[in-house]
């Protein structure tokens, strides 16, 4: 006799759940501030799998603090899985046992207190991930049970309004949702009908209207008055070296100075070779500030963003053929589509890093920061899946010399992985290291790998203040080294080359040099930005850009 | 072929170093530095503290022309120890005073009617947070040096102040330079006391956040101060906008130059004391509250607008707003 | 228990050495993680002579380096540098070094 299984329990505990919420639960979907703490207790297990929208940028932070303040009687050993804990209230939830266990992307300000946690037994680790792939398994084997969101907006039938900086929303939602999962939105604002239905309120349980709203961090900013002569040295060679050289129209900059140095200096220096619809004409990118005077230079013809930037809305909405905009006429932006276009839509990733081995591995991990890396480690690394064609990926596969090795005689694109960075960091600490400080790591925090954003066979370009190593030409591991040991400078590891191998390679065209380049280095200063501050910024956007408090100088 | 003079009128008052600035206000070519870099007075006790030393310590000091006008100069780097005035710093600014008004003692002498063009000047290109903790009692020292100077000037030597650089003036220089006849001003200049970060410590974030910019802009930036009248010209930020600033002060008669200034008279005094009142009776909690009670009807919109927008439709605080 | 600043010493030859054209030239601010040179003529048979006083140690070799590498690549002769340091890395004092140099043409 067939035994019988229950094959809906998911739904019978959903509705079990959500039964112990209805006291608190008014007018459709609403519940006052109030009686967060309340909800939280009634729909939450001990050991479940919840997310907290800890997103790279936005933070729902109401209700991570509602959470912390659940009785821990009740509410215990959650397995957290969330994008970013950069708020020091995800790290105290460990503290005092309402979370255990962590599967994450990004630690931010708080790799810290994470590597603490773990040393102290508070924190179990489950892995770090790139953003992506936590998207990925969140539909696999990290499904949320509940999942704690924010939005700007939000109705009585449970719709909301995700706006310009939807980030992870939609993913987490869905993944939630289609597996019987409770969704609680914290959200700015309760109205009658939200500016657009970013995510149908028959997907939401429950809508707290938050008592302020909620945070969010511009990290996609840098400010023009902080980018130096060697920043502007570097992006010249990495648009002429790079960019002009194989014809890279799509890409993904990771945030930082040097990249900002680039953007800024594509109306000038990128004009004068003449590039401009050569280059840079689609990116997978947040709405960086420094890319303004480019786009109003007409250099860009489109951008899919992961999340938006404060200040940049009105911008964003003024350039509907730049932006996405909704057909109410304000920006969407989401995480994991643009996750996905770096990754396979792009032929060049390019961004800083703090070490890179004598191998060319990539990390910006230290000994005592479990940091995470975001979405470089999805973005940097080549694209195995794809199958279409652009120049620059024909053209990087060619120079791929080792591409053969288990192909045979089957050509292939590649995808541009490029690091930039000073062979010395501020206070002479050495960028290119004989080994990781992620080794260490790995040993403190018990890790099972030491954590890499970036490995030696996805790279394929270094650039230093030395020059460019374009790795992906050399013929074996040892001219790699041999390779990277020619930009590293004067580091340990840059004192080790050999000046005859050095030169031979520049006879190769593996390491170009800013000579090599035809780049005048007195021409590498500051003059060369095409926006020298925020207020020149403003200035670029016709005041469309309205920077936020901390950025304004005037 | 353009001469480093000319390159260095367009640049960026705010980015150039202080020798830029020095060379660029004065006529061309005319600008002779004084106790520069050649003498290597570096300050002696910066090394006893392991710090590292600068060939001028952190002031450009000299003399040009502008015209028929002798200029008797003195810049201040930034980026050296914020621009702090040690030893030798506090010494150069002084002497530079003190060698103006000696010049104007032996031009007169030799020339009592020498015509006012011909008269010398002093311009100081403040970029500063004040006294130099590493010599605290000598930088105190050269504040109340200063001050003596600028006594012994009055009625002889016009000195203007110039204010448009990264650090601001701030600390013991913020009273400097509200001694001196004019302040000319940047939007991107900052004028005050007491600096951001340390009202912050000592008053709490509530009360002011040093990391609101924009707060910071409104209370010390120079479109403020233009508001409240603490600076006579407003300017692009341009080495030639403020050079061409300073020209139209230096041909105005002494007497009216004098008449400029924020003190030096019982009305000026008595004009300062009814801010304080009003400040008293209105507790205002930002900038903009007292922009508004100078007659601005939108002063949110003050901050961004353009400057030359900003120059022509803004209202001043004047005494009749200060009421009675 | 004073600090001090530290004096380093170097005396290098070019492989082609230009004699250094002007009597005296000063470039740089000493902002942090930044210098300043003056370089002055000085005979001396061809060489140069750099001195470089700092707040950080350790570094000789590197400075070194980057000095061999500077008079090399550009002749420098006959001329006495003194460089006030404040924790520069190698790519800024390089680069400072050359904006000295081509301040004087």
């Known amino acids: 006799m067939k035994k019988t299984r229950q094959w809906d329990t998911r739904k019978t505990d959903y509705l079990e759940r959500m039964s112990g919420a209805a006291p608190y639960i008014s007018q459709g979907k609403v519940v006052i501030a109030e009686n967060c703490v309340n909800v939280l207790e009634a729909v939450i297990r001990p050991f479940d799998r919840v997310n907290i929208e800890g997103n790279n940028q936005k933070q729902a932070d109401f209700l991570a603090e509602s959470l912390i303040k659940c009785n821990t009687q009740r509410i215990h050993d959650l397995h957290m899985v969330q994008s970013a804990v950069p708020l020091p209230v995800h790290l105290d939830m460990f503290e005092i046992g309402i979370a255990k266990k962590l599967d994450f992307a990004y630690g931010g300000p708080m790799g810290g207190r994470v590597a603490e946690a ?96 909620f945070f969010v961090e511009p990290l996609f900013t840098r400010d023009p008055a902080n980018i130096t002569d060697t920043q502007v040295l570097m992006a010249m060679m990495a648009i002429k070296g790079i960019y002009g050289e194989y014809g ?64 940049m809305q009105k911008y964003c909405e003024a350039r509907g053929d730049i932006f996405s905009l909704g057909p109410d006429g304000t920006m969407r932006s989401n995480r994991a589509f643009s996750q996905t276009a770096g990754h396979y839509a792009c032929d060049m990733f390019i961004g800083g890093t703090l070490q890179i081995d004598k191998y060319g591995n990539s990390s910006t991990a230290t000994a005592t920061r479990v940091a995470g890396f975001g979405g470089a480690p999805n973005m940097g690394c080549d694209a195995k899946g794809r199958r279409h064609p652009s120049d620059a990926w024909l053209k990087c596969g060619e120079e791929f010399t080792t591409q053969g090795k288990y192909l045979g005689s089957m050509p292939r694109g590649k995808k541009l992985v490029v690091q930039m960075l000073e062979s010395f960091g501020e206070k002479m600490v050495p960028g290119f290291v004989d080994e990781l400080d992620a080794w260490q790591l790995a040993q403190n925090a018990n890790l099972a790998l030491p954590p890499v954003m970036i490995y030696a066979d996805d790279l394929t370009h270094i650039l230093t203040e030395e020059g460019i190593a374009f790795i992906h030409k050399c013929e074996n591991l040892e001219e790699r080294m041999a390779a990277i040991r020619g930009v590293a400078g004067f580091t340990e590891v840059g004192l080790a080359a050999k000046p005859v191998e050095t030169k031979a390679l520049r006879d190769k065209g593996i390491i170009k040099t800013p000579e090599d380049l035809g780049i005048d280095r007195d021409r590498a200063n500051r003059s060369l930005l095409a926006a020298k501050n925020v207020k020149e910024l403003v200035d670029w956007s016709d005041g469309l850009y309205d920077p936020p408090d901390r950025f304004r100088n005037w | 072929m353009t001469s480093k003079w000319e390159k260095f009128q367009q640049r960026s008052f705010l980015e150039s170093n202080a020798r830029t600035r020095a060379i660029g206000l004065v006529d061309s070519g005319s600008f002779t530095e004084l106790a520069g870099p050649r003498h290597r007075i570096t300050s002696p006790h910066l090394p006893l503290l392991g710090e590292a030393v600068e060939f001028d310590d952190g002031i450009v000091t000299g003399v040009g022309m502008i015209g028929k006008k002798p200029v008797f100069v003195a810049s201040q780097e930034g980026r050296f120890i914020g621009g702090s005035v040690g030893e030798v710093h506090g010494a150069k600014l002084v002497n530079i005073v003190h060698l103006a008004r000696k010049s104007y003692d032996k031009l007169l002498t030799a020339n009592p009617d020498l015509p006012e063009e011909k008269r010398p000047a002093v311009i100081i290109s403040f970029e500063t947070g004040g006294v130099r903790l590493h010599e605290a009692n000598a930088g105190l020292l050269a504040h109340a040096e200063l ?178 | 228990m004073s600090k001090q600043l530290h004096e380093l010493i170097f005396e290098l030859k070019a492989e082609n050495p230009t004699d250094f054209p002007v009597d005296f030239s000063h470039f740089g601010v000493v902002g942090s993680g930044d210098m300043e040179v003056i370089i002055e003529q000085k005979a001396l048979a061809g060489a140069v002579r750099i001195k ?18 500077f008079v090399n690549e550009t002749g420098i002769a006959n001329a006495s540098l003194e460089i006030n340091d404040n924790n520069a890395t190698p790519v800024v004092v390089s680069l400072r070094l050359r904006q000295a140099l081509s301040e004087i043409v």
Not at chain 1, 173 to 198: H, M, P, Y
């Open chain 1, 118 to 213: 773990i040393k102290t037994g508070k924190l179990e680790l489950g892995a770090i991930h790139t953003y992506l792939e936590l998207f990925a398994r969140y539909f696999i084997d990290l499904t949320p049970r509940i999942s704690l969101v924010c939005a700007y907006e939000g109705d009585a039938d449970g719709n909301l309004y995700t706006g310009f900086n939807t980030e992870d929303t939609p993913v987490i939602v869905e993944a939630t949702k289609f597996s019987q999962g409770i969704v609680i939105a914290q959200v700015n604002k309760l109205v009658d009908k939200v500016t657009r239905v970013d995510i149908p309120g028959e997907w939401v349980d429950v809508v707290i209207e938050s008592p302020k709203p």
């Open chain 2, 147 to 324: 001050m003596d100077q600028f006594q012994d000037c009055k009625g002889k030597v016009p000195i203007i102040s110039l204010i448009g650089s990264r650090v601001g003036c701030f600390g013991g220089m913020g009273f400097v330079a509200a001694a001196t006849d004019v302040i000319i001003m940047s939007q991107f200049g900052r004028l005050g006391l007491t600096g951001p970060e340390v009202i912050e410590e000592e008053m709490g974030k509530d009360e002011f956040d040093a990391s609101d910019r924009a707060l910071v802009y409104r209370t010390t930036g120079g479109r403020h101060k233009y508001i409240m009248g603490d600076c006579n010209i407003l300017v692009e930020d341009t080495i030639t906008a403020f050079r061409q600033a300073l020209q139209e002060v230096l041909v105005k008669p002494y007497v009216e130059i004098a008449t400029m200034g924020c003190i030096g008279s019982l009305k000026k005094v008595q004009s300062q004391l009814k801010l304080v009142d009003l400040c008293a009776r209105v507790s205002p909690k930002d900038a903009k509250d007292i922009w508004k009670i100078a007659g601005n009807d939108n002063p949110d919109a003050l901050t961004d607008m353009p400057l030359d927008v900003f120059l022509q439709t803004v209202k001043h605080l004047t005494n009749s707003d200060q009421g009675e």
């Open chain 3, 52 to 69: 470089i006083v700092s707040p950080v140690t350790g570094y000789d070799e590197v400075w070194r380096r980057v000095l061999e590498r």
């Open chain 1, 248 to 311: 890279v129209k799509r890409l993904n900059h990771g945030v930082g100075f040097n990249t900002a140095a680039i953007e800024l200096i594509l109306p000038t220096y990128g004009e004068e070779l003449g590039l401009k619809g050569k280059i840079c004409t689609e990116f997978a990118l947040n709405p960086h500030p420094t890319l303004i005077p480019a786009i109003e230079s007409g250099w860009v013809e489109s951008i899919y963003s992961f999340g938006g930037e404060l200040g």
